[in-house]
């Protein structure tokens, strides 16, 4: 926790208020207790305060029960990860103290449910322990029996009054949450949220209190990852999309099902991973570009037919919230380890575009950006995100809807002639006609995946089969043309660049931010762009002398990651070094830190040999 | 979907279009072999576009592989050549997406029953609108004479040297029982049945499909001639009483030893999964009326803040 001033009598009504400019807080329980909706109101809440906000979760893999915790940084200043530890940490169970207690920082402060949880007396002089009997007290206030039921609107209540949150709009929050379920249910909430608001402890009362932001926060949208994908689709113009149930894509496949009606779209659910990438190529070659997405082994399952889309040449979207693999791998973790199969999955040379997403404002962009690119292009687009980014609940400054939003209503005209893969088009792209135009000359385009002439005809010519293949690849170099070169997040040049990608990037921002401070500086680049490559990086590289690629996946048996493994193909530069980790958590900023001072040690080692 | 007013195609002008021609509505000489009974598909393909006066954009043609499957690229149209056993789900979507198309989807028994199994099942009950015709031959013939999920027992395959003995698929019964509306039976042999059957499918609000027997004369010449009376065999229609309402009924006459019956062995209406979303579809936006696409986003964004 961040303390701008020690302490300052003259803010709140408790004299031992401190001014914080941001604090992580960690809720640990049981998957059904609601932990989830605490995380959510503290992110809606900061989204509508000055505070920046992120937060994490973890949910466990199995349908229902087991443990379930939920991570909330809330900061004034710019928060870039979900924070390494923990300043506060509430645990509902024995097992959620015993699990999560390492993640809390020294001196940190424990608010334990003392009707499940036994103190351990080792700990007691490293954290400052509150107990308090949230399971009987909430029963007490709300009446009943439904003991599980409404424990976490009371301890929301306990977190109100220790950051002294702004108690009406609290309020207001848990009003529009459960309206919708009736007055007595409003009531019933309010009743565990004031009681645990009001609840008569020095230890807990008016402990914190955040200090203003210099910056205007005031018109925000807070959202997940998943939903920013999913509302980004339709902002684009997306009216159509299908796919299978899959964690953790499900919720844009779910989201995408009850909005899309509401534009005059539909999403369907298929009966599995082949079927969805298809209907949507289908609808796509109907005319307007449609999305399909899925999450590990999902996405390999769509490989062939996302292959048939780069050879025929039909714009396409594929998300992909990647998870731990290989197989079934670690449905619930998170992982960057699909790099590879996004950039080269299946058979044949088939150059698509892959884009990644480095946070949940980002995952809006990205997902418009992705349907432009496809359909400007025809041409799939692979949009990654990961279960971090997924999960995740951060407050952005609200999109300006009215300019950003695409109509993408297909475009029937009738047209003298189409040749549908025409090797003479400037940027190599031909445009997709769909069925529907009329072509005035009567010579009708046969879309396919098997090689073919500009007509679309098969044909196994030698000359064909080059001219169709550079086609299918120039146009990608015609878009890296016009990509943004990246910027460098800190020093302009130095002695280490750290590249990731993805999630990894908030932490990466993070440590350029702390490495400052301590005099082993670094600077970061984010690649959102990783095929085609931008512009433009072989001159940043040239500014520093090393480069560390740090992502969440293997380093594999040559010892470098995926996008390691890309950059090093494309640049040939022996100064690429990959920092990777396969333990299917996020990156924290002292790992981050760690690793690149090893790395640096090692290199000097070998220069100093 | 509730759009397909903006998807109409802008006024032609005035003077009236004249009927396609069978020389503009035919593209690529097929590649099939000699005496295949593709043939005779594709020429009632091209029959009932005259007949029904389909203009060329109106046309859609899709295809997964297969001998049969190489149908899109024979016809002066729209069309796309799919994956293999995936084109009823590239179909739906065309379908689901652009209502003012009629779609065709043509495929083998490989495509249709064995790599493409699921899709049949699922396409069938969800009640896509569309016409499908299977090619049926009994063997693969594309890569040359491997046992196909409909090669009758004791059918000497390269992969079944000793004679196929897997069990048989009944397409008649897999439709019927995966909840097709539309279920009927035909032969490349019988040219007007076929095109008889085409034109009720195409006719039928839902998913159409026709089992045609299409014999494949290079890898299982004489497949049907019991069904061929110029080979010797007879042409049994169902008979008139039949009421191809009845489930049933429907499944008795599929279970008819071969050559079995031809013609429409069951029909029922039901809404078709396009109606059922685009109902959906034209719900949720009457809640939005007069709304323009971002104001009904900015009204979910005022809701996450």
Excluded at chain 1, 26 to 31: E, H, T
Excluded at chain 1, 144 to 160: E, F, S, V, W
Aim: one cysteine or more.
């Amino acid at each position: 926790m961040s303390q701008s001033a020690a302490t300052g009598d003259d803010i709140g009504s408790g004299s031992q208020s401190s001014r914080i400019s941001e604090a992580v807080i960690r809720i640990a329980g049981n998957s059904q207790d609601g932990i989830q909706s605490i995380g959510g109101f503290l992110a809606r809440l900061a989204g509508r305060s000055e505070q920046e906000v992120m937060t994490m979760m973890t949910i466990p893999s199995t349908i229902s029960g087991g443990p379930s915790i939920f991570q909330v940084r809330l900061g004034s200043g710019d928060v870039l990860s979900a924070g390494d530890e923990a300043d506060v940490l509430l645990a509902f169970y024995q097992h959620s103290y015993e699990n999560h207690i390492s993640n809390l920082r020294e001196g940190g402060i424990l608010v334990y449910d003392s009707d499940h949880v036994e103190p351990n007396e080792e700990w007691l002089d490293k954290y400052r322990h509150i107990g308090i009997a949230i399971s009987s007290l909430t029963v007490e206030a709300i009446g009943g029996t439904a003991r599980d039921k409404g424990k976490n609107i009371y301890a929301l209540g306990l977190i109100g009054r220790m950051f002294n949150l702004n108690l009406e709009k609290l309020e207001r929050l848990i009003n529009e949450r459960f309206a919708a379920k009736g007055e007595s249910v409003v009531k019933t909430a309010m009743d565990a949220f004031q009681s645990g608001y009001r609840y008569q402890s020095d230890d807990i009362t008016n402990l914190f209190e955040f200090t203003s932001s210099e910056v205007d926060r005031s018109n925000q949208v807070v959202m997940s990852g998943n939903e920013a994908i999913g509302y980004g689709l339709i902002a684009a113009g997306v009216r159509f999309g299908a796919g299978y149930p899959i964690t953790p894509w499900s919720d844009i496949m779910e989201l995408l099902r009850r909005e899309l009606p509401k534009y005059g779209g539909s999403f369907i659910q298929c009966e599995d991973e082949i079927a969805s990438v298809s209907m949507a190529i289908g609808a796509s070659y109907g005319g307007r570009v449609a999305v399909t997405g899925s999450s590990g082994p999902g996405i390999s399952l769509k490989t062939e037919a996302i292959g048939w889309a780069v050879m025929a040449e039909v714009p396409l979207v594929v998300v992909d919230i990647q998870r731990g693999g290989p197989s079934t791998g670690l449905p619930t973790n998170v992982e960057q380890s699909d790099l590879n199969i996004a950039c080269f999955g299946g058979h044949g040379d088939s150059p698509r575009v892959v884009l990644a997403a480095a946070n949940v404002e980002d995952c809006f962009y990205t997902a418009m950006e992705a349907v432009d690119i496809a359909r400007r292009y025809s041409v799939p687009v692979m949009l990654l995100s990961d279960q971090a980014i997924a999960t995740r609940i951060e407050a952005f400054d609200e999109p300006k809807l009215e300019e950003i939003c695409q109509d993408l209503t297909p475009d029937l005209t009738p047209t003298p002639t189409h040749k549908p893969y025409d090797l003479e088009t400037k940027i190599g792209a031909s445009r997709h006609r769909a069925p529907g135009t009329r072509i005035e000359d009567g010579r009708y385009p046969v879309v396919t995946g098997l090689e073919h002439d500009e007509w679309g005809h098969p044909s196994a010519s030698p000359d064909l089969h080059e001219g169709m293949t550079h086609k299918r690849r120039n146009k990608l170099n015609a878009l890296a043309d016009e990509l943004p070169i990246p910027e460098v997040y800190g020093a302009d040049s130095g002695e280490v660049l750290v590249v990731g990608w993805g999630s990894t990037t908030g932490p990466l921002y993070e440590a350029v931010e702390k490495s400052g401070n301590n005099g082993q500086a670094i600077s970061a680049l984010k690649l959102r762009h990783i095929s085609p490559l931008p512009k433009g990086l072989e001159e940043i590289f040239s500014r520093f002398k090393k480069i560390y690629v740090v992502e969440m996946n293997d380093g594999g048996v040559h010892g470098y990651g995926q996008l390691a493994g890309v950059l090093r193909a494309r640049f040939a530069d022996p100064r690429i070094r990959g920092i990777n980790k396969t333990d299917a958590l996020r990156w924290k900023v002292w790992e981050i830190i760690d690793r690149v001072n090893e790395c640096r040690n090692a290199d000097a080692a070998v220069t100093n040999a | 979907m509730s759009d397909s007013a903006t998807l109409e195609a802008p006024p032609q002008d005035a003077e009236e279009r004249q009927p396609v021609t069978k020389k503009e509505i035919t593209a690529d000489h097929p590649t099939w072999c000699p005496g295949c009974g593709d043939f005779s598909v594709l020429a009632i393909y091209y029959k009932l576009i005259q007949k029904r006066n389909i203009h060329h954009e109106k046309v859609t043609t899709v295809a997964g592989i297969g001998c049969s499957s190489r149908f899109p690229y024979f016809v002066q149209a729209h069309g796309a050549h799919y994956i293999h056993g995936r084109a009823l789900s590239f179909a739906s979507g065309v379908s689901l997406s652009r209502p003012d198309l009629h779609v065709f989807a043509f495929g083998g028994d490989g495509d249709a029953f064995s790599i493409g199994g699921n899709h049949f099942m699922h396409t069938a009950r969800k009640n896509v609108k569309m016409t499908y015709v299977v090619m049926d031959n009994f063997v693969y013939g594309l890569t040359k004479k491997q046992t196909s999920p409909t090669s009758p027992l004791g059918f000497k395959s390269k992969t079944d040297n000793w004679g196929a003995f897997d069990r048989p698929i009944n397409p008649m019964k897999l439709a019927i029982s995966a909840g097709a509306t539309f279920v009927a039976r035909t032969s490349h042999t019988n040219p007007k049945h076929l095109l008889e059957m085409m034109d009720l499918a195409m006719d039928h609000d839902g998913f159409g499909f026709i089992e045609c027997l299409s014999e494949c004369t290079e890898f299982y010449a004489g497949a049907f001639d019991a069904s061929n009376p110029r080979k010797g065999g007879e042409y049994l229609l169902v008979p008139e009483d039949h009421d191809v309402t009845d489930e049933a009924a429907a499944y008795k006459l599929a279970g008819e030893d071969f050559p079995g019956k031809f013609g429409v062995y069951y029909q029922v209406q039901r809404p078709t999964k396009n109606a059922l979303e685009a109902g959906v579809s034209d719900a949720a936006k009457a809640k939005f009326e007069g709304k323009k696409d971002w104001e009904v986003l900015q009204t979910t964004f005022n809701r996450m803040k």
